[in-house]
């Protein structure tokens, strides 16, 4: 918690341009899960706490108000060795070479408002893997930042990402940002949504398709979370309840409607009988206590309402309402409310 003390008054309406300058050793959650890893070689932070409040995390890299509702702009200036690349969101505008002291300084912006808890960087060693996807509306480029040596498992990890980027648009609405990337992380527990720069554990690009729900249960937030962003922890399920609902999506539209409805049915009865055990009660999806911000229930009960919504509405009118929300509130955060009474 930063005070300023300010040399004279001023008035409500008066703005303030205040410089902070600081510096520090990043710290991690108590959950051990967000935070800002050094590890292997490797530097990268993964920006929610999700055992500490507020749960964003852009605060252990930089001054911010966290919380899901304060957005911003980017420019970003990473100084590392010269025989590593830093990867952010948003847009490479520029790299220097400093010969006396052996440094390079990478220069992205990201010229979209996003939350403080999207922002990220991941530095190493890294080699980056790239494509163009064919957009509905335009061409996006789609980038792998990896070890060296892993090109081989990256491509058959990700050898559907075209499809399943194609069953989004088709379903949720153009992709709204430049790129779509990944960056490969020594991490061994999950992923994270950045904006841009998904972080994805290298342990999850093995080779097979064992993980994609997780690589394209990341890829829904650039959609929901990303796009639009929950307005409070309490409204978690808009970002993650969405995300999750949109793993049956593209497997109904990849794999067809037997694999969707089998995989959407084993979630199904844990969200009746088992996460009220483990969750410790039946939870309304909002307003959603702290401690159970990232719980199943979250998740797996936030997709049953949206599967719900898809029922009820039927296909037609549900999504083009909600790509439709999408496109509206697009770089906005929004409340449980807001998506009710929109649809
Ligand atoms: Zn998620």
Same mark, same amino acid.
């Given at each position: ?25 990043? &710290? @991690? ?26 749960? /964003? +995390? ?5 001054? /911010? ?22 990867? /952010?969101?948003?847009?490479? $505008? ?14 992205? &912006? ?13 530095? %190493?060693?890294?080699?980056? *893997? ?5 957009? !509905? ?8 930042? !990896? ?13 559907? $990402?075209?499809? =399943? ?19 490969? =992380? ?43 962003? /929950?307005?409070?922890?309490?409204? @978690? ?14 497997? *109904?539209?990849?794999? %067809? ?17 088992? +996460? ?5 009660? #039946?939870?309304?999806? +909002? ?17 049953? &309402? ?12 549900? #999504?083009?309402?909600?790509? *439709? ?13 807001? @998506?009710?009474?929109?649809?």
């Amino acid at each position: 918690m930063i005070v300023v003390d300010l040399a004279d008054s001023f008035n409500s309406d008066e703005e303030l341009t205040i410089d902070v300058y600081y510096h520090g050793n990043p &710290v @991690m959650d108590p959950s051990g899960w967000g935070g800002f890893y050094f590890m292997s070689g490797y530097a990268f932070n993964l920006g929610v706490g999700f055992e500490d409040v507020p749960h /964003c +995390y852009g605060r252990v890299w930089f001054p /911010c108000n966290d919380d899901f509702v304060y957005k911003a702009v980017y420019l970003f200036k990473i100084t590392t060795q010269i025989e590593h690349k830093a990867v /952010c969101g948003g847009e490479l $505008i520029n790299t220097l070479i400093n010969y006396t002291e052996e440094t390079i300084t990478y220069t992205w &912006v990201i010229n979209h408002e996003i939350p403080t808890y999207l922002a990220s960087i991941a530095v %190493g060693s890294y080699e980056l *893997q790239s494509h163009i996807y064919e957009g !509905i509306e335009e061409d996006i480029p789609v980038e792998f930042y !990896i070890y060296p040596g892993d090109s081989a498992r990256t491509a058959e990890s990700f050898i559907n $990402i075209d499809s =399943v980027l194609s069953i989004y648009e088709h379903k949720f609405g153009p992709y709204a940002w430049n790129r779509v990337v990944y960056v490969e =992380v020594p991490f061994s527990s999950g992923a994270m949504e950045h904006v841009t720069n998904i972080a994805m554990g290298r342990a999850f690009i093995d080779g097979t398709l064992d993980y994609e729900d997780l690589f394209y249960h990341e890829l829904a937030h650039m959609w929901f979370g990303d796009q639009i962003t /929950c307005s409070s922890a309490e409204d @978690m399920w808009i970002n993650e309840g969405w995300a999750t609902f949109c793993e049956t999506v593209y497997i *109904q539209y990849l794999y %067809g409607d037997q694999e969707a409805k089998a995989y959407r049915r084993a979630s199904h009865e844990p969200v009746i009988r088992y +996460y009220p055990i483990q969750d410790g009660g #039946f939870h309304a999806l +909002y307003p959603m206590d702290q401690s159970l911000t990232y719980s199943r229930t979250v998740y797996e009960k936030g997709a049953s &309402v949206a599967h719900a919504l898809r029922g009820y509405l039927g296909d037609d009118l549900f #999504f083009t309402a909600i790509t *439709q929300f999408l496109q509206d509130k697009s770089y906005t955060s929004i409340s449980s409310y807001d @998506m009710r009474d929109y649809l």
